[in-house]
């Protein structure tokens, strides 16, 4: 009922919904995590180093690929159904409060608030949180934040700034007195604006490259291995399962990230287990073979960029079938020209989303790049034609939104 989603800059409508349930995200410590890419993936690597160490977790992750629970979690586990249904039905009344004193309460606002009741009323021992959009006025941004993780920034929302700086200023807001800052990516850009931040409430940054480096990765059956070293120690030759060299790095953050929640070293089995045992669905996502079919969420151009590395180091391939729906707003042209070396032919689809561009506009971007295109009004169709033309040594890309992988997914991955 509170959808479309809408972002409301400012921090009244959820700030007066803590204050009706009594702060109920004060109560725990909390990771809070930025970027414009690896966010997902970073929240869940803290949570599973987390509880592999004994400490119940809850993660806030958005958006969703197949359930709204999905997004809401301890550990493994999403909550159950009849919980989220228990726990909006507790919220309704203060969310009709506040929507009689003005905005309507939003989409996002409403499962944060969610997941900070929820998470309260386990109760779990430390909050990982996932910034929605931005930093500074994101519906997230009343958790503690105790470690402030900013994972790869670049351009992606318009409503963030038109340039790298601005984006960083935005996000920079969700340092706060008494928090630990670790950063994946010191970029020339980016780091005067969270250093800058970060020194005027007087709290340490722990940098990559700096602070902890990574050594590796090195290709390993079905994903990486590396080593991280941190002040407070070395861990050797650690397993992930995921693909891609911005994986290894979001686990690097993920290891810093947890030292600094923790305040001390990590106890290298328990740490090893969580990467090994690792997921991040919809990112470098193998769900299919003969041919390959990869799912991938990349709705940027650094994201899509990430990708086209992550499937040359890989994988292999004898032709390259690029199914892309992207949503309006996204820079197109940035998405498809990132790809367009790998890609051999395209199938330009509309994913469910209401802001989806028109695949007749994806598929116009995609021959620019020198990338034939064929034109399909759903994921499900471009997927039949890819399918039908795909040999079996060949790899078929699914890509350009999140939304476009989570239309694309029940057809592979079992509900």
């Known amino acids: 009922a509170r959808q479309p989603e809408r972002m409301v800059p400012d921090l009244e409508r959820i700030g007066a919904l803590a204050e009706l349930l009594d702060h109920p995200e004060l109560r725990y410590p909390s990771a809070h995590v930025t970027g414009t890419n690896g966010k997902t993936s970073t929240v869940r690597l803290i949570t599973r180093i987390l509880c592999a160490h004994g400490v119940s977790t809850g993660r806030f992750t958005s958006p969703h690929l197949s359930t709204v629970t999905e997004r809401i979690g301890i550990c493994d586990d999403?909550?159950?159904?009849?919980?989220?249904a228990d726990t909006y039905g507790h919220l309704s009344p203060f969310l009709e409060e506040v929507d009689r004193r003005g905005e309507r309460v939003t989409y996002f606002e409403t499962l944060t608030a969610l997941a900070y009741l929820w998470f309260s009323d386990k109760p779990v021992d430390v909050g990982v949180f996932e910034v929605g959009m931005g930093g500074?006025?994101?519906?997230?941004?009343?958790?503690?934040?105790?470690?402030?993780?900013?994972?790869?920034?670049?351009?992606?929302?318009?409503?963030?700034?038109?340039?790298?700086?601005?984006?960083?200023?935005?996000?920079?807001g969700i340092i706060k007195e008494g928090s630990t800052v670790v950063v994946q990516e010191p970029?020339?850009?980016?780091?005067?604006?969270?250093?800058g931040r970060a020194h005027d409430l007087g709290v340490p940054t722990v940098v990559l490259g700096r602070d902890f480096l990574i050594d590796g990765p090195l290709p390993a059956v079905g994903g990486q291995q590396f080593?991280?070293?941190?002040?407070?120690?070395?861990?050797?030759?650690?397993?992930?399962p995921l693909f891609g060299l911005h994986q290894s790095l979001n686990a690097a953050t993920a290891v810093a990230a947890c030292e600094a929640l923790l305040g001390r070293a990590l106890a290298g089995e328990a740490l090893a287990h969580a990467l090994a045992g690792a997921t991040s669905p919809g990112r470098i996502e193998v769900v299919g073979r003969h041919p390959l079919v990869v799912l991938d969420g990349a709705h940027n151009p650094a994201a899509a960029r990430a990708v086209s590395g992550a499937l040359a180091d890989a994988f292999t391939w004898q032709k390259l079938h690029l199914v892309i729906g992207v949503l309006d707003r996204k820079d197109l042209g940035g998405i498809v020209e990132s790809l367009a070396p790998r890609a051999d032919v395209a199938y330009a689809c509309r994913n469910s989303n209401p802001h989806a561009r028109p695949p007749e506009e994806v598929a116009a971007a995609c021959d620019r790049a020198g990338v034939p295109a064929t034109v399909h009004e759903t994921v499900d169709q471009a997927l039949d034609a890819a399918e039908a033309a795909a040999g079996d040594d060949d790899l078929i890309l699914v890509t350009g939104s999140l939304y476009t992988v989570a239309d694309s997914r029940p057809r592979y991955v079992p509900t």
């Open 78 to 84: 999403d909550i159950e159904a009849e919980e989220f």
């Open 136 to 172: 500074e006025w994101d519906a997230t941004n009343l958790v503690r934040g105790d470690v402030a993780v900013f994972c790869s920034i670049d351009l992606d929302h318009p409503e963030l700034g038109s340039t790298v700086e601005e984006v960083a200023k935005e996000k920079a």
């Open 187 to 195: 970029l020339p850009a980016t780091m005067p604006v969270i250093e």
């Open 227 to 240: 080593t991280v070293r941190t002040e407070q120690a070395e861990y050797r030759d650690l397993t992930l």
